[in-house]
């Protein structure tokens, strides 16, 4: 008897996790130490979670074994809400949240709640491939507009234009952006609301990197510039505070929400279907949204995550044949490899080659639905000794690879 996978699967790929991580796990198996920047995971290279972090998980152990209701911990819903307000969401309260495990699961349940057969959400490219994936999934069509890698990645508002269309229900923001690590300014965001009030669509707002700004950059939330569109902001600690095994993530339905009501109806069935989210997870949540300075201090002058992302950014200019935008947050960098100097036509050959040659295993660009085979992403989260490794094993493969 043959068992085959449902249809809904045929086009649903999430490459982070996928075939090229398999290959890593084979060679692992073998006694092969392999390298992992194919995802953001700051445990597992070291970055600890902080102390007060753990001392509240310490202190709701016991607390936290039965299950919580639907939406979450009360008081752990009244922080995330008091957190909301503080960076200028609109209209958010505390049954306005909804508490997941990891923010993931918020993206399925919001999009399997408003999606018909064949709507349509438009998304970035490149983008984070949950949210490709969880869209096919609903049922609907991922529609991608591009974002421009001579602009500092911004998203191309003429682009979205053209894309709009009668079956259009939403537009997703990913700000700070993974993989490429760009900081919208507020006219851009601007932009953006102004279409979604013309065309009356759905705001989906992926800000988990919102804490993880370097330099000068400022996050401005995108609900705070749309208090009279329905805004869903998505949000959670996995990379701010290193915890990403606790899956503590969040959303909040912001601004107006007078024409929503069937959708929050929807949405309120998906959340009760999974009973609740990990409580032991949803218990250190105003702990850590009360320590700033934990986040803060990695991400400036002299700290950790500051240090490396300088230095790989440097690294990277000196491969020949190599060229990347300096990411302002978050954990990513996303860069351009010269296919022409190279022979490369297939971005995921290249990462395989170098994953068994170099034992690195990295991310190819067209598993962020990027459609030519010339990015690939890696994550600068290793230690600095670490970190040289790579670039030189990097420089010392490319210095002899033609794939064509």
């Not at 307000?85 to 918020?106: A, C, F, K, Q, R």
């Not at 990695?298 to 300088?310: K, T």
């Not at 395989?352 to 990015?375: I, M, T």
Request: aromatic fraction near 8%; proline fraction near 6%.
């Amino acid at each position: 008897m043959q068992i085959d996978k449902t249809r809904k699967l045929q086009n649903v790929r999430y490459d982070l996790r996928g075939p090229i991580s398999d290959e890593a796990d084979r060679l692992e198996r073998t006694g092969v130490s392999i390298i992992r920047l194919n995802t953001g995971n700051p445990a597992a290279f070291g970055f600890p979670a902080p102390p007060s972090v753990l001392d509240s998980l310490s202190e709701f152990a016991d607390t936290s074994v039965p299950y919580s209701g639907t939406k979450g911990l009360p008081a752990v819903r009244e922080a995330i809400a008091a957190y909301c307000t503080s960076i200028g969401l609109p209209n958010v309260g505390v049954d306005d949240i909804y508490t997941g495990n990891g923010v993931s699961e918020m993206i399925k349940i919001s999009l399997q709640a408003l999606l018909n057969n064949d709507d349509e959400v438009l998304l970035p490219s490149p983008d984070y491939p949950l949210w490709t994936a969880a869209t096919l999934l609903a049922g609907g069509k991922a529609v991608h507009y591009m974002c421009d890698e001579q602009s500092d990645w911004y998203p191309d508002i003429e682009d979205m234009k053209r894309k709009i269309t009668p079956r259009t229900r939403a537009i997703l923001i990913i700000n700070p952006n993974n993989p490429t690590g760009a900081v919208y300014p507020k006219e851009l965001l601007q932009a953006v609301v102004d279409l979604a009030r013309e065309h009356e669509l759905v705001l989906f707002s992926d800000e988990i990197y919102d804490r993880l700004l370097m330099d000068d950059a400022e996050h401005i939330p995108l609900a705070s510039l749309a208090p009279d569109l329905f805004t869903i902001h998505f949000n959670g600690l996995s990379k701010s505070h290193q915890i990403c095994g606790y899956r503590a993530g969040w959303m909040a339905l912001c601004g107006d929400k007078s024409g929503a009501g069937g959708y929050i109806e929807g949405i309120n069935t998906l959340a009760s279907l999974r009973l609740c989210s990990n409580v032991t997870g949803q218990s250190v949540i105003p702990a850590a949204l009360a320590d700033t300075a934990s986040t803060r201090a990695n991400c400036v002058p002299g700290g950790r995550l500051y240090e490396q992302r300088a230095y790989t950014y440097d690294a990277l200019g000196t491969i020949p044949g190599l060229s990347v935008v300096k990411p302002r947050a978050g954990l990513y960098m996303f860069p351009k490899i010269d296919t022409g100097m190279y022979g490369i036509t297939d971005d995921e050959t290249f990462v395989l080659d170098f994953l068994r040659e170099k034992h690195v295993l990295l991310s190819h660009g067209r598993g962020f639905n990027w459609k030519q085979p010339d990015h690939f992403r890696l994550v600068y989260l290793p230690c600095m000794e670490e970190l040289i490794q790579v670039m030189d094993r990097l420089r010392d493969f490319l210095a002899g690879y033609r794939q064509t």
